[in-house]
């Protein structure tokens, strides 16, 4: 917007957990987390302080081993579509909390507009340990979509992807969200259980059946040609219960 000619960058780097980096005209040049920078001063610390009580993540753009060249404040944007989809797994009886490798102010400004619980400043280990504790008592979805996220994906009962996400996370996810909408979530998970208790309505749709014709034909109440023909239909009986699944949205 400001027409400014940017300079090619080579060698682009992810650091996990702590930022990027690159070299543009032979210099290696960093974006990382202020915790990650040793050569920060006083006042350089104060003002990223001030950024994150504002509830920002702040990056710094420096050289290795010298004074930063500019901090950046970020804020992430919260989806239009974030609230109502949390409220729809709230109404399925799922607790949410945010696992972030921001700052806790910036962490804390961002959960408590959507209401839901966080744990901040977590690098991608970090995230793993808190899925593992959770993962003691319950069972644990995961949703991400980057670098960071894919080791507590792996970890988790089950891990789902958003469809924007980058090729490592899409790759360790159990399950990814085509449309990257997060009102998908809840929608997956209940077609999930619908399919799940079909499963479980055919088998004993199936079995019981079987059972009862096996028994009849025994004590030869029923003849053999009826068992067979009971048990076709036993086959078009689970198959239109299924069919109903096509009703879900």
Known sequence: GQGLALAAAQGLRALPGMGVEGRIDGALWQLLAPSRVASLDDATRGRVAALE????????????????AALLALRDQIRPEAAAALQELNQLGLQSIMLTGDNPRAAEAIAGELGMGWRAGLLPEGKVDEIAKLGLSQKVAMIGDGINDAPAMKRASIGIAMGGGTDVALETADAALTHNQLGGVAAMIRLSRAALANIHQNIALALGLKAIFLVTSLLGITGLWIAVLADTGATALVTANALRLLRKR
Do not use: R, S, Y
């Open 53 to 68: 009580l504002q509830g920002k993540t702040v990056v710094v753009l420096g050289q290795p081993d010298a004074a930063p």
